[in-house]
């Protein structure tokens, strides 16, 4: 599985963003989908995961009711739907795929597969 993560870039504080997360490769099935992001100077965490089915999803306290996961299987596409960003929501943003799991995961340790990254940069 090839995972390619697009639509960063900068915005203003309060702005909106949208990330997509392509999928590709001949093993590809819908699997479970997050996105991590990784700050400077910080851990990489979690930010929001959807279920294979698209019937769960989950969020980090720090973007519940801003960011919103979503998925289109017949593009192959994972959305983040980022909204009223703010300065600390500046990082490079991963996507992945967790072959093993139907369910949402939260733990990085859960997904075998990465994408690049995209980097989205608040300024206020």
């Known amino acids: 599985v090839q995972l390619q993560a697009s639509g960063g870039g900068l915005v203003q504080t309060g702005g909106s963003l949208r990330l997509s997360c392509a999928a590709s490769g001949s093993t590809f099935r819908p699997f479970t989908t997050a996105w991590f992001r990784q700050a400077p100077g910080k851990e990489r965490e979690f930010v929001s995961t959807?279920?294979?089915?698209?019937?769960?999803?989950d969020y980090a306290d720090s973007v519940k009711g801003r960011f919103t996961i979503s998925r289109d299987d017949d593009k192959r596409l994972v959305y983040l739907q980022m909204t009223s960003l703010k300065s600390e929501d500046t990082a490079v943003y991963y996507c992945?795929?967790?072959?093993?799991?139907?369910?949402?995961?939260?733990?990085?340790?859960?997904?075998?597969?990465w994408g690049q990254g995209t980097q989205v940069t608040v300024s206020s």
């Open positions: 959807i279920s294979s089915k698209g019937d769960s999803t």
């Open positions: 992945a795929v967790a072959p093993r799991y139907r369910s949402t995961a939260v733990a990085s340790k859960s997904y075998d597969f």
